[in-house]
T-cell receptor, first 115, second 114 residues
Framework: DTAVSQTPKYLVTQMGNDKSIKCEQN?????MYWYKQDSKKFLKIMFS???????INETVPNRFSPKSPDKAHLNLHINSLELGDSAVYFC??????????????FGSGTRLTVV | LAKTTQPISMDSYEGQEVNITCSHN???????ITWYQQFPSQGPRFIIQ???TKVTNEVASLFIPADRKSSTLSLPRVSLSDTAVYYC???????????????FGQGTELSVKP
C-alpha cells in the first residue's frame, strides 16, 4: 500500500500545454510538499501546505499553481509549459507534530519532459 | 540554514564499511542532522537523524563530534543495493516538522561494486 503516490509517473508534453500532477498520501500527515529535482540532481522545494493552507511558496513562476482539496491531496498544475520545466517532481508529506527521528516521506516522482 | 559540504562521489566494494562525512561549520544550536538516501528513479528516503554523539538504527550509524561541525554516516557492510545518492541535511527540526522546508545539498553519489 503506497504511502505517497503520484500520478502520472511519466509525462511528455509539448511546449505551451497545461498539465497537472496529482499526489495523495495515506499516512495521516497534515503537511505536504512539492519538490523539483533538476538534471543535476539538486532537489529544491517549491511549495508546502499544512492542513490545506499554503505555508511555503518559493520563488516559483506563477505558471505553477498548487491545489490542496484536503490534507491528503496536493496537486500541481502547470500552465504554458516551457522546456526548462523538464525535471522530476516529487511530492512529500510529513506530520507537523512528529518529533526527533522522523523524516519526510517522498513519492516516487513524476518525470516531466517538455518537448 | 546551515550549509553542508559532502564529497560528490565515493566508490566502495561489497562487504566494506562506508563512511560519508558531511561538514556543517555553521550549524546552529537548534539544528539537527538528518541523512536521506535516494535510489535512481525514486524519491529520497529518510535514513537517520541525530543531534549529538552517536545514533544507530537498523540501517546506519550517525557519528557527531562534540563541536557538531561535521557528521559521519556509517553504512556497515554495504551491498550493491546500497548504491544511491546520500544527502546530509542540517536544520531546525521544529521548523521543518511544522511545514518548514528541507534544504538538500548536492549529495554524495555512492557506487558499490562487486
Amino acid at each position: 500500500d503506497t504511502a505517497v503516490s503520484q500520478t502520472p509517473k511519466y509525462l511528455v508534453t509539448q511546449m505551451g500545454n497545461d498539465k497537472s500532477i496529482k499526489c495523495e498520501q495515506n499516512l495521516g500527515h497534515d503537511t505536504m510538499y512539492w519538490y523539483k529535482q533538476d538534471s543535476k540532481k539538486f532537489l529544491k522545494i517549491m511549495f508546502s501546505y499544512n492542513n490545506k493552507e499554503l505555508i511555503i511558496n518559493e520563488t516559483v513562476p506563477n505558471r505553477f499553481s498548487p491545489k490542496s482539496p484536503d490534507k491528503a491531496h496536493l496537486n500541481l498544475h502547470i500552465n504554458s509549459l516551457e522546456l526548462g520545466d523538464s525535471a522530476v517532481y516529487f511530492c512529500a508529506s510529513s506530520h507537523s507534530n512528529r518529533g526527533l527521528g522522523y523524516g519526510y516521506t517522498f513519492g516516487s516522482g513524476t518525470r516531466l519532459t517538455v518537448v | 540554514l546551515a550549509k553542508t559540504t559532502q564529497p560528490i562521489s565515493m566508490d566502495s566494494y561489497e562487504g566494506q564499511e562506508v563512511n560519508i562525512t558531511c561538514s556543517h561549520n555553521n550549524i546552529a544550536t537548534n539544528d539537527y542532522i538528518t541523512w536521506y538516501q535516494q535510489f535512481p528513479s525514486q524519491g529520497p528516503r529518510f535514513i537517520i537523524q541525530g543531534y549529538k554523539t552517536k545514533v544507530t538504527n537498523e540501517v546506519a550509524s550517525l557519528f557527531i563530534p562534540a563541536d557538531r561541525k561535521s557528521s559521519t554516516l556509517s553504512l556497515p557492510r554495504v551491498s550493491l543495493s546500497d548504491t544511491a545518492v546520500y544527502y546530509c541535511l542540517v536544520g531546525d527540526i521544529g521548523i521543518y516538522n511544522q511545514g518548514g522546508k528541507l534544504i538538500f545539498g548536492q549529495g554524495t553519489e555512492l557506487s558499490v561494486k562487486p
